[in-house]
Antibody
Framework: QVQLVESGGGVVQPGGSLRLSCAASGFTFSSYGMHWVRQAPGKGLEWVAFIRYDGSNKYYADSVKGRFTISRDNSKNTLYLQMNSLRAEDTAVYYC????????????WGQGTLVTVSS | DIVMTQTPLSLSVTPGQPASISCKSSQSLLHSDGKTYLYWYLQKPGQSPQLLIYEVSSRFSGVPDRFSGSGSGTDFTLKISRVEAEDVGVYYCMQGIHLPPYTFGQGTKLEIK
């Protein structure tokens, strides 16, 4: 079955950096585009970034553009989100999620990893 | 960016009764390929979101048939024919026609009376 397991969250000071990972299993990772979506405490869902199956194209929300970088290693079945210049408003649970052509949208989500930006 | 507006933001339903959630987009979600990229997700308490409906009205694998989606253009509806206790949580609509960014509705919290 499809499994997406995020890791790398934690507490970081404003201006700091963090790298999130998402380990994928149960499907051919190299054939699927992948997203990062975040959810601030008690708030709704906010799309963050997308990367095509082969890494050829990447898209970002305006709120993170220039600070966050999405990448993937298809040999390791792993998705990454490098987060730099972190701000208090980046505090959220970060989910990795799979894009599928079948539904032309997001089908499976990981369990999320919490990032807290605080001094 | 496309703005997604859900109503109501909360609803309380007696088990066995129907429920309906509306989602309106600020632009048409009908693509030139003929598909309409509107999705519905349910986030149960303490869990990550799960896909219920894709492309307006197609139920995802394993989703009970009491869930149905309808609509076109900019107006969409999720209906639950008979609410069960396991349906509690927050429902989100999402547009997938325009990337970046994908955008979500504010969420509708469903509670059981």
């Amino acid at each position: 079955q499809v499994q997406l397991v995020e890791s790398g969250g934690g507490v970081v000071q404003p201006g700091g950096s963090l790298r999130l990972s998402c380990a994928a299993s149960g499907f051919t990772f190299s054939s699927y585009g992948m997203h990062w979506v975040r959810q601030a405490p008690g708030k709704g869902l906010e799309w963050v970034a997308f990367i095509r199956y082969d890494g050829s194209n990447k898209y970002y929300a305006d709120s993170v553009k220039g600070r966050f970088t999405i990448s993937r290693d298809n040999s390791k079945n792993t998705l990454y989100l490098q987060m730099n210049s972190l701000r208090a408003e980046d505090t959220a649970v970060y989910y990795c999620a799979r894009y599928t052509v079948t539904t032309s949208g997001i089908d499976y989500w990981g369990q999320g990893t919490l990032v807290t930006v605080s001094s | 960016d496309i703005v997604m507006t859900q109503t109501p933001l909360s609803l309380s339903v007696t088990p066995g009764q129907p429920a309906s959630i509306s989602c309106k987009s600020s632009q048409s979600l009908l693509h030139s390929d003929g598909k309409t990229y509107l999705y519905w997700y349910l986030q149960k308490p303490g869990q990550s979101p799960q896909l219920l409906i894709y492309e307006v009205s197609s139920r995802f694998s394993g989703v009970p048939d009491r869930f149905s989606g309808s609509g076109s253009g900019t107006d969409f509806t999720l209906k639950i024919s008979r609410v069960e206790a396991e349906d509690v949580g927050v429902y989100y609509c999402m547009q997938g026609i325009h990337l970046p960014p994908y955008t979500f509705g504010q969420g509708t919290k469903l509670e059981i009376k």
